[in-house]
């Protein structure tokens, strides 16, 4: 099997060598070829378009930034759909729109080409250890096609249902981060102002019944004033764009959704893109009178 | 060393069995005699006010409704403080109000009382099973004094700081859980909506990044529309007001807070308040168009 691979960020590079590791003939293409070079030197071909890796690859990964970009990429003039020949397989990990999924999907139907929309969690971490959790969207029999790859990097690997499943599910996960967040910087916030010490808190509150992960390791990490990411504030920010966006188009309120996007975009507008998502703390900082510079 | 007992609701019963099966001497007082019946029956001594529980104990423990409830139980004309001797004890255990704890003290002080806050969680579970979780602002030397006896019902206790200091910490706890039931709500209201299998989805999203407590325990019961307290709404819109109040005192702004109350009040209004907390799912049906009566 002829794999392709389009898009070598922090969490793509490691990816795709994970599969050169496992063995795999690899053709790679990315925008900045520069970041390629790592996986150039560990095999793999590198080719000028999506299009010209689609054209000899068996199944082609695209893992790349935003859903604009995954429409340039699958669906352009020199995209992997123009390239690919049918029996073909796409895997688009980027965590994009349902709805662009649900499109791809169709578009590639009419070509014989099966599409999966495959995103992942569990960060630059989880992509260097090969821990990534995958959700998995698309036909059972491309899911198992593609099992013995996507298990080059991901564990567990869930397939969540047709076409759009596996960005819905990836929505969900971020929809349940978000409000979860909020309750984190508050808690602490909170506690910050009561006086209290704040790790002390967190061992007796992030036990029972407010546990949660974003507690135990961010709010930690919030004591510290360590805001290196993680996962960065501007992907965050996209991520609950697109989810609004879905639930407006399934004429779903999510009242909570949107208040955290909002502090998330003042987080932006305050410069703190670059920050992990604990980075939150900051605004409520400001917001509450705290100047921190 | 003398015990008495004030208020033996859900939580008080058990916890004040605990204490009598250590082998203590217990005086009860509660509103309704009724609720005291079973623990007279194991050998606690009824008495008609709480200012004579006090004044046959060394230390006195309070846990019921309201601070209004606290206020009077504690400073009221025939309160524990108008009947406790120099050199005693009290213990609230009732969610309230830091400030209202630390008038407490203060007056209990100005008698040569100790005063502890020593709100709990772990829910009528915990109290049943003795695994309290108990958060303890007051001096040191009271609280160790206290100790063996909190250890009856509790596991972890921990001491905050000085007055105020527990009921500040079970307030962080309580801002915690109040966006994060936010964030289980909307992430599984956006799955369905989506179409998922919810079990499927919890099965992935619930480890990971976006894992909590509430995801796993609460949101496995929504799928189930299992809506039984745990912990009931009208409890909580309490205690959420108590930390919305404290919080505008020290001008402090928690909007994600102020959310999750105004539709934990949207789900009173809808005559909710006996069910648990996971039942702000059902405020967001309707909202959502999704009559389920």
Redesign the interface.
Same mark, same amino acid.
């Given at each position: 099997m002829r794999v392709g691979w389009i898009g070598t960020g922090v969490m793509g590079a490691p990816m795709c060598g994970h599969v050169l590791e496992a063995g795999y003939s690899v053709s790679v293409h990315t925008r900045t070829r520069a970041k390629a070079k790592s996986l150039e030197s560990q095999g793999a071909a590198w080719c000028d378009t999506p299009r010209s890796v689609a054209a000899q690859s068996d199944v082609v990964f695209t893992i790349v930034g935003y859903p604009v970009d995954v429409e340039a990429v699958v669906l352009g003039a020199d995209g992997v759909l123009a390239g690919m020949r049918p029996g073909g397989m796409l895997v688009d990990m980027t965590t994009s729109e349902?709805s662009l999924a649900m499109r791809m999907a169709s578009r590639a139907a009419d070509k014989d080409i099966a599409a999966l929309d495959a995103p992942v969690?569990?960060?630059d971490r989880g992509a260097r250890e090969g821990t990534l959790?995958i959700?998995v969207g698309g036909p059972e029999d491309a899911f198992d096609r593609a099992l013995p790859l996507l298990h080059c990097f991901g564990k567990?690997v869930?397939r969540?249902?047709e076409a759009? %499943?596996g960005q819905?599910?990836k929505?969900?996960?971020?929809?349940? @981060?978000?409000?979860?967040m @909020?309750? !984190?910087v $508050?808690? =602490?916030?909170?506690?910050m102002?009561?006086?209290?010490?704040l790790d002390? !808190?967190i061992? !007796? @509150?992030g036990?029972? %019944?407010?546990?949660?992960?974003? @507690?135990n390791?961010l709010g930690r990490r919030i004591i510290r004033a360590d805001y290196d990411p993680g996962?960065f504030i501007k992907h965050f920010v996209k991520d609950m764009g697109i989810?609004l966006a $879905?639930?407006g188009r399934?004429? =779903?309120?999510?009242?909570? =959704?949107a208040? %955290?996007q909002q502090?998330y975009i003042a987080a932006m507008a305050e410069g703190l893109e670059g920050l992990g998502t604990q980075g939150l703390y900051r605004v409520y900082e400001r917001?509450?009178?705290l100047a921190v510079d």
């Open positions: 349902p969690s569990g960060g959790t959700m567990p869930r969540m249902g759009g %499943a819905h599910t929505m969900s996960n971020q929809i349940l @981060i978000a409000s979860t @909020i309750g !984190v $508050e808690s =602490l916030m909170y506690a102002r009561a006086g209290l010490d002390r !808190v061992d !007796v @509150i036990s029972g %019944a407010a546990a949660s992960w974003s @507690i390791h996962f989810a $879905e639930a399934m004429r =779903l309120a999510l009242p909570g =959704l208040l %955290a502090f917001m509450n009178g």
